[in-house]
């Protein structure tokens, strides 16, 4: 188990290393990633420089017209993959902060009356069309703000300095929505002329924090919970032989193939291990294969433990949650393939705690036909290991199986099959990440819903399935599928190749 | 005879009994809240078709964009289809609380202190995380 704690603090490690990476170097930022906001980035750049948030969006959206579904409007998504040119800070104080803030306002306004009809944002035209998203504009000859009619603009600042050419981009980054080129007529009244590019008929929403967005689907709406229904169903299927919860697999599979944003996944992933965690605790409990009385002191800490990561994972910004996401997968994979079980841990003495509060028990084991007792040991060091599961779970939406149940066997000595059962005990127990999501507004019942059924389904039938193959089998492919989805997250975080 | 109290406690099989019930019951309101939101029976807040629009945002854009209410504002808009679905999530969520709830008595009868403040415990951390004071 030492070498398991090990792994997982190397793991944490890393994640600590990455989160301090900034993305950006030298003159240009990106390439953009998938749920990447400009809300976000602006924050990043340009920081400690005496320049608003305001000044430094609507700088951006100046110098890269190219890289947003509506070139004149920095409420609009960012294409995924473009790469952002970082004008100067000359460029940047441009505008006040005033005219800044007053710009944005209006830019806001514009976008939510465009999202409230559907009315297309019309962008004047330019001299100079905007270069595709994925390479980011010509540096756009000064675009002075379009003022408001209280708020003249100042004179365009100077000639954006040459810049560092973009870095090849990736391929993949479907534009949001097909800049179709601009219709010139009407503008807006109170947008008047003076800035440039193209606009595309209908693009994703946004706000504030503008979206760095994949594109819409272009399948039919109704097409995405059957899809999830499916998967989940089949998921469900092999989760039960393979031994590990729901949400390990759900997080980076539906995360990495379809076109949710990670926070609705993982809302989707802690509702999902929730679930099964609930269906299975009851037959458990009675059966003496889970126990209360171990589950209940971890429960408060994990329960404490997870609100914390989940608001951390909130608010981590999604290339770096990706990218944490895909190490900890493969940590996950590592830890699968070499923990060993014990099915009756020795366990000399029970520790001063659990003796206190009685952690004890005897359950039925019908491979042997005999009565288990069982009591264990280690117990303050186990709490300490369920902190930091717990904000790994509420962090990813990962349930917690995976740590769980080598924690319970290996470290306290809990008996496996009670282990696998007071874990699953635990899952149910502590929504508290669950409950942090909810009120985020970030579980969608099109995205939960079908999900849990489908999982709860194919996991009758991975039960029966058990009988008939050989669980090491499916393991092992589990193992592979989650080998590729953490890969998969790592390299999506990473902007490889996506 | 009946083995149940060899291999578990009165606690336990309480605790699971509440916990089946809710369980039940939260998986039945999911099922039929969805029913209604996909056939359209109930007009949801957000307009389904238009998910695909807004789902690949972060939830906090997601939330502003789209009016979606946070924390336990949808109870107002319960006749929403969409929001009609929360209502099992929420059983589910919460049913824990219920059985950990039900369970305390026996620990005070029997005196068990320190199962009872880490019942409690455990039930107050839930709430808090429920309450949306958090949010």
Redesign the interface.
């Known amino acids: 188990m030492t070498k398991n704690t090990r792994s997982l603090s190397a793991i944490a490690a890393m994640l600590m290393l990455l989160a301090a990476l900034p993305a950006w170097a030298n003159d240009t930022y990106g390439p953009i990633h998938h749920g990447e906001t400009l809300w976000g980035i602006a924050g990043r750049v340009y920081r400690h420089q005496g320049v608003s948030r305001d000044q430094v969006m609507l700088a951006l959206l100046r110098a890269n017209p190219g890289a947003f579904a509506v070139s004149c409007n920095a409420n609009s998504p960012l294409h995924t993959g473009a790469v952002l040119k970082l004008p100067p800070l000359a460029e940047v104080e441009a505008l006040s902060r005033a005219e800044a803030s007053r710009e944005f306002r209006r830019q806001e306004r514009e976008w939510k009356e465009h999202r409230r009809t559907g009315r297309p944002l019309v962008c004047p035209p330019v001299s100079k069309p905007a270069a595709p998203p994925l390479k980011p504009a010509a540096p756009p000859k000064q675009v002075p703000p379009p003022p408001k009619p209280a708020a003249p603009p100042k004179p365009a600042p100077p000639a954006a300095k040459p810049v560092t050419p973009p870095k090849p981009s990736p391929p993949a980054a479907k534009p949001a929505a097909p800049p179709p080129q601009a219709k010139p007529p009407a503008p807006k009244p109170t947008a008047p002329p003076p800035t440039p590019p193209p606009a595309p008929a209908a693009a994703p929403p946004s706000k504030p924090a503008a979206a760095g967005a994949r594109a819409p689907s272009i399948m039919p709406w109704w097409s995405w919970p059957v899809l999830l229904f499916v998967v989940c169903f089949f998921l469900g299927i092999v989760a039960v032989p393979a031994g590990v919860g729901g949400g390990v697999l759900f997080v980076p599979i539906v995360g990495g193939f379809f076109p949710f944003h990670l926070d609705f996944v993982r809302g989707g992933g802690l509702m999902v291990a929730l679930a099964s965690a609930l269906a299975a605790s009851p037959g458990l409990l009675r059966l003496g294969l889970a126990s209360l009385r171990l589950a209940l002191p971890l429960s408060v800490l994990v329960a404490i433990s997870q609100i914390a990561g989940a608001m951390i994972g909130l608010i981590l910004p999604a290339a770096i949650a990706q990218t944490s996401l895909g190490i900890i997968i493969l940590g996950i994979v590592v830890l699968m393939w070499t923990s060993k079980k014990a099915d009756v841990p020795d366990v000399p003495r029970a520790d001063p705690l659990s003796a206190a509060l009685r952690i004890n028990g005897i359950f039925h084991d019908t491979a042997h036909g005999q009565d288990i007792e069982w009591k264990v040991h280690r117990t303050p060091m186990a709490l300490g290991a369920f902190i930091f599961i717990g904000v790994l779970a509420g962090m990813f939406g990962l349930g917690a199986g995976w740590a769980n149940v080598p924690t319970l066997n290996l470290l306290m000595g809990v008996p496996v099959k009670v282990a696998s059962g007071s874990s699953s005990l635990i899952l149910s127990m502590t929504s508290s990440a669950a409950w942090v999501y909810i009120n985020e507004g970030a579980v969608l019942p099109i995205i939960v819903v079908p999900s849990i059924i489908g999982m709860m389904l194919g996991a009758m039938i991975g039960v029966r399935l058990l009988r008939i193959v050989k669980a090491s089998a499916i393991r092992r492919m589990v193992i592979f599928m989650l080998l590729l989805a953490g890969a998969r997250a790592l390299l999506k975080g990473l902007g490889i190749g996506l | 005879m009946d083995?149940?109290h060899?291999?578990?406690?009165e606690?336990?099989?309480l605790?699971?009994?509440v916990?089946?019930i809710?369980?039940k019951v939260?998986?039945v309101l999911?099922?039929v809240?969805?029913g209604l939101?996909?056939f359209g029976v109930l007009k949801p807040l957000i307009p389904?078709?238009q998910?695909?629009?807004?789902?690949?945002?972060?939830?906090?854009?997601?939330?502003?964009?789209?009016g979606?209410?946070?924390?336990?504002e949808w109870v107002k808009m319960i006749a929403k289809g969409?929001m009609l679905?929360?209502v099992?999530?929420?059983v589910?969520?919460?049913?824990?609380i219920v059985s950990?709830l039900a369970?305390l008595p026996i620990f005070a009868r029997r005196g068990e202190k320190?199962?009872l403040i880490?019942?409690v415990?455990?039930i107050v951390?839930?709430l808090?995380?429920?309450s949306?004071i958090?949010?």
Not at chain 2, 51 to 66: A, F, I, N, S
Not at chain 2, 68 to 72: D, E, Y
């Open positions: 083995d149940s060899k291999y578990t406690s606690e336990q099989l605790y699971a009994k916990l089946s809710g369980v939260g998986f999911l099922v809240s969805f939101y996909m389904i078709h998910m695909p629009k807004d789902w690949h945002l972060p939830v906090r854009e997601y939330v502003k964009v789209t979606t209410p946070t924390g336990w969409d679905n929360l099992g999530i929420v589910l969520a919460g049913i824990s950990t369970v320190a199962l880490i019942s415990l455990l951390v839930l808090v995380s429920a949306s958090l949010h």
